[in-house]
T-cell receptor, first 112, second 113 residues
Framework: ETGVTQSPTHLIKTRGQQVTLRCSSQ?????VSWYQQALGQGPQFIFQ???????GRGNFPPRFSGLQFPNYSSELNVNALELDDSALYLC???????????FGPGTRLTVT | DQQVKQNSPSLSVQEGRISILNCDYT??????FLWYKKYPAEGPTFLIS?????DKNEDGRFTVFLNKSAKHLSLHIVPSQPGDSAVYFC????????????FGDGTTLTVKP
């Protein structure tokens, strides 16, 4: 059974640029959630996708958007990057939006 | 306003002793609570959970206690082992909104040999 994987591991972007982060869900999982974890804080819920539709969103602006594909892999897109977007971005998958979620190792984004 | 709070950023215990990690919440809509463990360079790993219809759940060395009236939960690890050293996150959600969890800021547990 393959766990949750994320790519890339690290990346550095400049303020104003756009970025796409990718996630492959654990086998058999049809729900994916994205979280932002700033340094010294807990993960903060961005949004969730279930069967390719957004199924709930946290307190994040529209420049954070996502996609879920038929194979249940997912993307997180962030436009017009700001310095405060620097964080660890975590993807978590589950079956039918039930607990528990299984997290990937995260993508460390640095915005300069 | 932070809805899930872990007031102790760090905790240090001796191997073999009990570790008690605490968590408070403010949102009465939360009815499902989880603990995750996180090692450096890894994502959080689910440890144990409890729903609001119970006040205790045990899994091996790990026990979670829930006090609904105080809006407080705790994780007990007995006996503590050096491999338990990690960051522990408390998380809460409404059971019908599984996967949209609100996390605390974590407690770093260090278990000394």
């Amino acid at each position: 059974e393959t766990g949750v994987t994320q790519s890339p591991t690290h990346l550095i972007k400049t303020r104003g640029q756009q970025v796409t982060l990718r996630c492959s869900s654990q086998s058999g999982h049809n729900t994916v959630s994205w979280y932002q974890q700033a340094l010294g804080q807990g993960p903060q819920f961005i949004f969730q996708y279930y069967r390719e539709e957004e199924n709930g969103r946290g307190n994040f602006p529209p420049r954070f958007s996502g996609l879920q594909f038929p194979n249940y892999s997912s993307e997180l897109n962030v436009n017009a990057l700001e310095l405060d977007d620097s964080a660890l971005y975590l993807c978590a998958s589950s079956f039918l939006a039930t607990h528990p979620q299984y997290f990937g190792p995260g993508t460390r984004l640095t915005v300069t | 306003d932070q809805q899930v709070k872990q007031n102790s950023p760090s905790l240090s215990v001796q191997e073999g002793r009990i570790s008690i990690l605490n968590c408070d919440y403010t949102n009465s809509m939360f009815d499902y609570f989880l603990w995750y463990k996180k090692y450096p360079a890894e994502g959080p790993t689910f440890l144990i959970s409890i729903s609001s219809i119970k006040d205790k759940n045990e899994d091996g060395r790990f026990t979670v206690f829930l006090n609904k009236s105080a809006k407080h939960l705790s994780l007990h690890i007995v006996p503590s082992q050096p491999g338990d050293s990690a960051v522990y996150f408390c998380a809460a959600s409404a059971i019908l909104k599984a996967g949209k969890s609100t996390f605390g800021d974590g407690t770093t547990l260090t278990v000394k040999p």
